[in-house]
């Protein structure tokens, strides 16, 4: 768990009002709750239709931001409409309680049905796209969400195929500046809270634990955090205490879905910057692999589907020449060779037919001598500046790489830090804040930077 997990979540309230009526909504029973509020089965009086009510605690009528952020995630989910997102069909203030309406969705949460254990690479990727194209109608209006959790995360079954459908847009954000935000009908923006981030632990991107509002690529991480713990079962670790792109890379998936993860665990400037650009590189990723899987049939079946005469043509096709089949020989792989040895073109004095090379030992040959050209490029210099003692001779080499590197929350941390004269520093694309940015400044305030560098640790 996070250090400070109270500044990140609601505690649980426990209200059940199932059994009683609002206006001409029936609750017939409680179906999940939460720290803002319970959602019921629900039968309309009126026209006997089922649906699922959202029902604001009470112990928030009192507070005008909980009640703002109520009202717009009702407007938020009756705008944006598909087929992955659940629609809202109305809200208002109803026998003293403030309500959602919304499409009943008869299933599990992700986070149900991981209770139970991990789930296969191949379930857990049709799941994400499912998620990924809902996230694509969100921020195609400019909307982020900023709470994807296996709890936000509904499964159901239409006609013998599992649907993933997001869900709770309690605090989704509109990401000012962006026109396609135009055509929402909406109310105040909710103000923010100092020292709360909406959202749930290990799911929040890192730059939203350092204080940014988040925007598309926070959806983006959290993403790849539900993704991880669908494959593993487990939480992503805190990306403040270790990297969350090295613990992926264990993972046990195909290579080009699991570039993809990373993708979306990176720090944020190599993120996928959308959802859209994420879902692309899994449906690439997914048509290779089928290809693949398509080639090898193919060819295990070449005789079977008349493909014979093709394989009798291509072994009768000339052999490349013996040079072409040898790998290039490189000064290092002679130098430290051991064991191997050479044939001699010189014939032997004892048969002058040739019949029987001579092979000379390798260790008994001079090293061939390296051909000019270019070196390989060596290893960046780490950045550093030296200052003077008396007299001007150099007294003491600073190494500023290494003196920053002292500032990482935990070494298996990975950070870029843009260096400006006379500008502040920027982490991971973002401005320098919390115990880490202030480190970082102390350190570029004591060593002034004499010219811009990006530096990675």
Avoid at 263 to 272: D, N, S, V
Wanted: proline share 10%; with cysteine.
């Amino acid at each position: 768990m996070f250090a400070e997990p109270d500044l990140f979540t609601l505690p649980a309230l426990d209200h059940d009002f199932s059994g009683e009526t609002l206006g001409r909504y029936h609750l017939d029973r409680r179906v999940g709750h939460g720290g803002v509020a319970s959602i019921y089965a629900t039968t309309c009086k009126n026209t006997g239709a089922i649906f699922a009510l959202k029902v604001l605690h009470p112990e928030h009528d009192g507070n005008p931001i909980a009640v703002q952020r109520f009202r717009q995630e009702a407007q938020l989910g009756a705008q944006i409409r598909h087929p992955n997102l659940i629609p809202v069909y109305d809200q208002g203030w109803l026998g003293g309680h403030h309500f959602i309406a919304m499409e009943l969705v008869e299933g599990k949460t992700l986070a149900d049905v991981l209770a139970n254990g991990p789930i296969g690479w191949e379930r857990s990727t049709a799941i994400v796209c499912d998620l990924l194209a809902g996230l694509v109608a969100l921020h195609e209006r400019a909307v982020a969400h900023r709470d994807i959790s296996p709890n936000n995360c509904m499964l159901e079954d239409i006609g013998g195929r599992e649907r993933a459908r997001l869900f709770d847009l309690s605090h989704a954000r509109v990401v000012p500046d962006m026109r396609e935000a135009d055509g929402l009908v909406l109310g105040l923006p909710p103000e923010s809270v100092p020292m709360v981030i909406y959202g749930t632990p290990h799911f929040i991107a890192p730059e939203r634990l350092r204080g940014s509002p988040g925007d598309f690529r926070t959806d983006v991480f959290s993403m790849g955090a539900l993704w991880f713990t669908a494959l593993t079962g487990e939480a992503l670790p805190d990306p403040r205490n270790a990297d969350p792109v090295g613990v992926a890379q264990r993972l046990k998936i195909p290579p080009a879905l699991s570039a993809v993860l990373l993708g979306a665990l990176e720090i944020r400037p190599r993120r996928h910057h959308s959802a859209t650009s994420m879902l692309g590189a899994i449906e690439q990723a997914l048509k290779d692999l089928r290809g693949r899987r398509r080639r090898r049939r193919l060819w295990a079946f070449a005789p079977l589907l008349g493909l014979l005469p093709f394989s009798i043509w291509l072994a009768h096709q000339p052999a490349p020449a013996d040079e072409a089949c040898l790998p290039a020989a490189s000064p290092e792989s002679v130098e430290h060779a051991t064991a191997a040895s050479v044939v001699s073109p010189v014939k032997p004095a004892s048969d002058p037919q040739g019949a029987a090379p001579a092979v000379v030992p390798v260790a008994d040959l001079e090293p061939p001598a390296r051909a000019a050209g270019p070196l390989a490029p060596a290893q960046e210099p780490l950045p550093a500046s030296t200052t003077r003692g008396p007299a001007g001779l150099p007294a003491q080499r600073f190494d500023l790489r290494r003196t920053l590197a002292k500032c990482k929350p935990h070494r298996t941390a990975r950070i870029e830090i843009t260096i400006r004269p006379g500008e502040r520093a920027l982490i991971d694309g973002d401005r320098a804040a919390g115990e880490l940015g202030r480190c970082v400044e102390d350190v570029l305030t004591a060593h002034p930077p004499q010219q811009a560098e990006m530096i990675k640790l």
